[in-house]
């Protein structure tokens, strides 16, 4: 598919955010796992724009139709991402769908400290930026308190950038904090943006092997985010069994 292509399909699916998704969300239930949030949100998705995400057999390499994700469902795909990340990263694996997940996590690393209130995340979606803030707390801070902002550069409609993002050197903050915590909350968002991102190309059709899709693509836009998913290329087929 060329470049012009590919904004195309983001500017349809964009197009069907601002128009019948508009501050509407999608069913996405509270299974502990991030995986079947997305699944019960393509299931919606599908219930209330037939045809906008259709199941059918990928050729290798190519691409299915643009998600659209309503922006409530994005955000709360997001933060049910960094609660379950936290839960696998305490357990060593991933929690059971009626798990309940942590609301804090508290990373320690020598007599360093931060616990992270990851069920209070916030999570604000302009064009091409994802920002993730992300309440804290340790001794260091004045009041014990503060917040963490990362931002994550994606694509836009007119510019998709495939899975690349770029992100400042620290996030904004507390100076005590950002320095220190900086990096591991920055890979902890972008973490679960991508798993958020996987989940949905997963359920979002199958190819000719009857294997999964993959994400090939994220653009976020005011209302949204737009997910691009694949088919994978001959070189990486996978065969799999598939119940029809």
Known sequence: MTDDA??????RALARLDDELIDLGVEVGDSARVDDRCRQMLKGLRERCPGLVPEFDLPAGSVGDAIPVPVRNATALVVAALCQASATAATGTVPLPDAPLPSNVLWQEGTDA???????ARVVLTDGVVRVTLPVRCDQLPTRRGTVTVTL???TVDRPTGLFVASPDHPEGPPVVVQRWGEALTAFVWQAVVDVVSGL????GRDVDGACLVPVALVAA????VVLPQARHPIDRLTTSVTR
């Not at 931060?114 to 209070?120: D, I, K, R, S, Y």
Request: hydrophobic residues 55%; charged residues 10%; without cysteine.
């Open 6 to 11: 590919h904004m195309n399909v983001f500017h």
């Open 153 to 155: 550069v994606v694509g």
């Open 114 to 120: 931060l616990l992270v209130e990851v069920a209070q």
């Open 222 to 225: 005011r209302n949204g985010l």
């Open 201 to 204: 190309a997963t359920h979002a």
